[in-house]
């Protein structure tokens, strides 16, 4: 499960003003008060769109705003009401006041609607303020201003696809191009320390959920890495895209690397392997992949019944090749996969308090196969449990945290650089001066 957030500002629209008019009617010098009311301004409501499944579309366009209504006019005339602002939301948000805390509602019922902001009603005019001592009156209402706030918006989602592999294979990059997500990539492991999540929409109407998981390594069912706490997200997943590095750099072998990653997720629960899966082979642009698939295939012939044999998808993020395959192969896999175990409870979410748990005891080292400063110790391991939505900004706090438990004077001193990539058993940030 994964909780998908986004903090967005609403405005309703301002009533309109009221209007201070008189009748000019020939002969008559002064006539009656004929000032129109104000309209209404435009609320903001949430609509549930069944077509959403994640908070994406927010990412981008965070700020809303209703129209304002109409100044009255003279002839009695009322200013035009405007119209509603409707905002599309997945079905299961929960819409929060992210100011106060209190939550305003939770949108679980088709084309289920909510008025997050209200809008201002209209100013009266002075026709409504005549009175037989002030035939004449000179005044009017403005406008009530419409609500501003803002909003937290969450929704929990279960992705439908897992992208698992070895660090640095490219599971990133492949979501950064089947999806409108922009995750983090880079050349250096350990990229990702958080899940993404990214929205694939077929053009035939179908679309599926994919999450971008931290790489695993070796060891990954047992805590090494940064990879253990986000396996139990390939369990609740429907089919893993096990992304393998056909490129050969850095001396990796594959099929190594394909047999490793499957021994991980075995060993952390057999039932995973039962999965759906697809193994698709990464960086196929580049000279040496060819020649590796070629082995990769032999020898996954030769080590599985042709009945079992996996799907082999070659692909190139850059070059585009092989992504209209797989995503259709994928969405047609998600078709036939039945869901019913994977229907399970949502967990409640930890909260670790980050202040009140220093880490005491640590050892600091290089690590030549995540090509990172790690930092280990039994404190240390207890404060990085995090939860789902641990974020950029918990690790900016965390980054700071450590500073001021000396940590980055121990670095520094274990000869680390500027830039390097710090691995904190299951956890990473990159290290800045
Ligand atoms: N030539 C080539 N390079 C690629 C391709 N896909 C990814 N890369 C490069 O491989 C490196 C790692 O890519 P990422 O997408 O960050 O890898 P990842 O699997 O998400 O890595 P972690 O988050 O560390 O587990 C980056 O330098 C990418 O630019 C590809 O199709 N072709
Ligand atoms: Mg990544």
Not at 258 to 276: H, Q, T, W
């Amino acid at each position: 499960m994964f909780v998908d957030q986004v903090k967005i500002d609403v405005k309703a629209g301002n009533g309109g003003n009221g209007m201070v008019a008189f009748r000019r009617e020939k002969y008559v010098p002064n006539g009656g008060p004929a000032g129109g009311d104000g309209g209404r301004g435009g609320n903001v409501i949430f609509k549930v769109d069944s077509g959403m499944n994640t908070l994406m579309d927010f990412r981008y366009h965070r700020k809303f705003k209703a129209k304002n209504g109409g100044n009255g006019a003279n002839k009695k005339m009322t200013g035009r009401s405007a119209d509603d602002l409707v905002i599309p939301v997945p079905e299961g948000t929960t819409v929060t006041n992210s100011d106060t805390g209190e939550v305003i509602g939770d949108l679980v019922k088709p084309d289920q609607e909510l008025i997050v902001a209200k809008a201002g009603r209209g100013g009266r005019g002075n026709v409504h303020f005549a009175s037989p001592t002030n035939p004449a009156p000179e005044i009017a209402e403005n406008g009530e201003p419409g609500e501003e706030v803002m909003l937290q918006l969450e929704l929990k989602v279960l992705a439908d696809v897992g992208l698992v592999g070895f660090p640095s294979a490219g599971k990133s990059t492949l979501l950064s191009v089947i999806t409108s997500a922009k995750p983090k990539i880079a050349g250096y492991h350990f990229t990702t320390l958080v899940p993404n999540l990214g929205m694939v929409r077929l053009d035939d109407g179908r679309d599926f959920a994919v999450a971008d998981l931290p790489g695993l390594v070796e060891g990954a069912s047992k805590g090494v890495g940064l990879g253990f706490q986000f396996l139990r997200h390939v369990e609740r997943t429907r089919v893993i895209l096990h992304l393998v590095d056909m490129s050969g750099t850095e001396g990796r072998d594959p099929y190594d690397d394909f047999v490793a990653i499957n021994k991980e997720l075995s060993d952390y629960d057999p039932n995973i392997l039962k999965r759906p899966q697809i193994v698709v082979a990464t960086k196929m642009d580049l000279p040496d992949a060819a020649d590796h698939l070629k082995t990769f295939k032999t020898q996954l012939e030769a080590d599985y019944d042709t009945d079992d044999l996996p799907t082999v998808l070659p692909i190139s993020s850059v070059t585009h090749t092989g992504l209209t395959d797989l995503v259709r192969m994928t969405a047609d896999l998600l078709e036939k996969t039945d869901i019913s175990d994977l229907q399970q409870p949502v967990e409640t979410e930890k909260q670790y308090d980050y202040q009140s748990q220093a880490p005491t005891n640590f050892q600091i080292g290089y690590d030549k196969e995540i090509a990172s400063w790690v930092i280990s110790g039994d404190k240390i391991e207890r404060l990085f449990k995090m939860t789902d939505t641990a974020h950029d900004q918990s690790m900016l706090r965390f980054a700071r945290q450590m500073r001021g438990m000396g940590i980055d004077d121990a670095l520094r001193k274990a000869g680390a650089k500027d830039g390097d990539t710090v691995t904190i058993l299951d956890f990473s940030f990159t290290y800045v001066e």
